[in-house]
Nanobody
């Protein structure tokens, strides 16, 4: 049974940093794309970052590019999201997700991911 567990969320002031972690279990994820999404109250789930199965390719939307960095440790089945220069508009529940056989053009589409974590709350105060 596949399980994704996020951790590292919390309350931080604007301009601060947080590092989210996602622990994956239940199978070998070496061939899976790993992604981070977020969802604020009343809004749709939004793509934040994705990383290819070997860590060679990463993908970010403009809203976080240059501030967020995704990385993975395939041997440990871990994925990380380093978030710097946080803004109040980054406040949301952050979800880790994974999917297999995603093409690069599908990295930002929630529907293409097969498994999801329960989410971790990130709150950025102004």
């Amino acid at each position: 049974q596949v399980q994704l567990v996020e951790s590292g969320g919390g309350l931080v002031q604007a301009g601060g940093s947080l590092r989210l972690s996602c622990a994956a279990s239940g199978r070998t994820f070496s061939s899976y794309v790993m992604g981070w999404f977020r969802q604020a109250p009343g809004k749709e789930r939004e793509f934040v970052a994705a990383i290819s199965w070997n860590g060679g390719s990463t993908y970010y939307p403009d809203s976080v590019k240059g501030r967020f960095t995704i990385s993975r440790d395939t041997a440990k089945n871990m994925v990380y999201l380093q978030m710097n220069s946080l803004k109040p508009e980054d406040t949301a529940v952050y979800y880790c997700a994974t999917g297999r056989y995603l093409s690069y053009s599908d990295y930002g589409k929630p529907s293409e991911y097969d498994y999801w974590g329960q989410g971790t709350q990130v709150t950025v105060s102004s």
